[in-house]
């Protein structure tokens, strides 16, 4: 019978044989319900008064014996939200528990039911919040860059608001509820009816500090059709209307869509190992490569010019065709990755796969500590053993697990303080992709970004004399490069490949990866 029933209902004397006279008390013990006249006995009698509780008249339904010892419910497990009996609490699961009586437990969970509204209030309050409000606030800022846009815009503006509408108002629901709840227990004076109720005013509590009314849509098929929507419409605006679909894909789905802004100035490729065929631009944010002087093989720092650098996140494109590495390594194993630690995301034969750092012990290999490039902390030189295990990155497609495709520009994400590294594909102004978030056991502040170029074992021959050069028709040549400037302006000196190519081809020099 639920609360509401029960207080329309009038409670009658059990013990009156005739004409039964509203009861003034239910005794748990003797779970009786009785009048003034039949409850004279239990007043005055001493024992009765002591050991048998009386609380306002309600329909007990076997509610006041312990199901399992048949005895009466005397005290409160704080930590299973239940009602025991003393064997309850002294003997079997609860005897570890956190235990009070019921008038004691009443009080506590009041002052806690008080702090928790105040929570509630702080996120949101009927006079300050409300679905209408909401809506309007969020209209009057995609407002701001719709102006000007055509009747596509603004329908594509109400397609998204129309969407999670429903969204934010179960969510603001579920508040609601949560303080219904919690006004209706509040005032509930009886002791035993209010610790009936917590559990269930406990759960919708707990319910309603869990939501997040700027979360944006629930994952799963319709935020994605909405997202996928949004996409095609945004290709074909003009920049303003760029500006208010980027707006429309943060209020829907705000982790995956931020704006694109550019890697910090700061920023530049250091050289670790690098051959003949490649150089840098000036300002060290490009690197070149030549065909013809090498394979495009080279490992690069990314470095700040500032004296406290932030390596939060940084945006590189990558060769179309070349095997490449970003990510994290430790400085002094950068002409080795695999002698320290490394977490990265790895392109080899157009597979992607992950790159990650396990050690003995579930220890780090040092705990040396510079966040940011100051020193945090002390240094021990206390090593582990470790090993760079490699993971093939993979997803469902039509024929069931398929490799990821390789993106042309990578966005990284270091999580400091969750000590995680997250890779994005970018493919517009508003789009990005997650390929792949590794988790490290600990922050490790004497890593650096790095960007690997070409196939590890060209990178740790070091023997740059001898490289290797692909025609189109497959057949593959090598060169002695000691030899590459005496002939390489003698074109008809140069050799041919059995298709008629001369070997090398054209001198070209490309941009093969970029800070953007």
């Keep these: 019978m639920s609360d509401n029933q029960q207080k329309d209902q009038v409670i009658l004397c059990d013990m009156c044989i005739e004409d039964r006279k509203p009861a003034r008390k239910t005794c748990m013990k003797c779970e009786i319900s009785m009048c003034v006249q039949h409850l004279q006995a239990h007043l005055t009698t001493p024992v009765l008064l002591q050991t048998h509780p009386l609380t306002e008249p309600m329909a007990l339904c076997g509610t006041t014996k312990c199901p399992q010892h048949g005895k009466l ?57 409300s679905l209408e409000k909401w809506e309007k606030s969020e209209r009057e800022k995609l407002g701001c860059s719709s102006v000007r846009l055509i ?3 603004t329908n594509l503006r109400d397609i998204s608001l129309t969407s999670i509408q429903s969204s934010v108002s179960a969510r603001m629901v579920a508040i609601k509820t949560s303080k219904s709840s919690m006004q209706a227990v509040q005032n509930e004076k009886d002791t035993f009816r209010f610790l009936q109720m917590y559990s269930q005013v406990h759960q919708d509590v707990e319910r309603a500090k869990a939501v997040d009314l700027r979360k944006g849509l629930e994952p799963g098929s319709d935020r994605d059709k909405l997202v996928q929507e949004i996409r095609q419409n945004g290709e074909k605006m003009v920049k303003q209307a760029g ?3 980027g707006a429309l894909l943060t209020l829907v789905d705000p982790e995956n869509h931020q704006e694109l802004f550019t890697t910090g100035s700061d920023l530049i490729f250091e050289p670790q190992i690098f051959g003949p065929s490649i150089s840098l631009s000036k300002d060290n944010r490009k690197v070149f490569y030549n065909s013809w002087m090498g394979q495009c093989a080279a490992t690069f720092l990314i470095r700040s010019t500032q004296s406290v650098p932030n390596y939060q996140r940084w945006l590189v494109s990558l060769p179309k ?18 002698g320290g630690p490394v977490y990265g995301l790895c392109c080899k034969d157009n597979q992607l796969s992950s790159l990650t750092t396990e050690y003995e012990d579930n220890c780090d290999a040092s705990t040396n500590s510079t966040a940011f490039g100051m020193q945090t902390g002390e240094n021990t030189k206390t090593e582990k053993k470790h090993r760079v295990s490699s993971a093939l990155i993979t997803h469902q497609g039509g024929n069931g697990d398929e490799a990821v495709p390789r993106p042309e520009m990578v966005e990284v994400f270091w999580n400091f303080v969750a000590s995680s590294l997250s890779f994005f594909r970018r493919t517009g102004q508003h789009q990005r992709e997650e390929i792949l978030t590794i988790k490290m056991s ?15 074992n060209a990178q740790n021959s070091g023997d740059w004399s001898n490289q290797q050069w692909r025609c189109r028709c497959g057949t593959s040549h090598y ?7 005496q002939s390489m302006f003698q074109q008809s000196q140069r050799p041919k490949c059995s298709c008629g190519e001369i070997i090398g081809g054209r001198f070209i020099t490309e941009v093969v990866c970029e800070l953007l």
């Design 73 to 129: 419910l005397e005290y409160y497990c704080l930590d299973d939200m239940t009602c025991v009996c003393v064997s309850c609490a002294i003997e079997d699961q609860h005897r570890l528990h956190n235990m009070k009586t019921f008038s004691t437990a009443h009080k506590d969970l009041m002052k806690k039911f008080e702090g928790e509204k105040k929570a509630l209030l702080v996120k949101t309050d009927d006079k300050n919040v």
């Design 151 to 153: 009747e596509a815009v």
């Design 243 to 245: 500006q208010f679909w």
């Design 321 to 338: 065709e070349s095997d490449w590495i970003i990510g994290l390594c430790d400085k002094k194993s950068a002409r080795n990755l695999r």
């Design 442 to 456: 600990l922050n490790k502040w004497d890593l650096a970004p790095f960007v690997q170029l070409g196939p590890e």
């Design 479 to 485: 060169r002695d490069v000691k030899r590459y400037n």
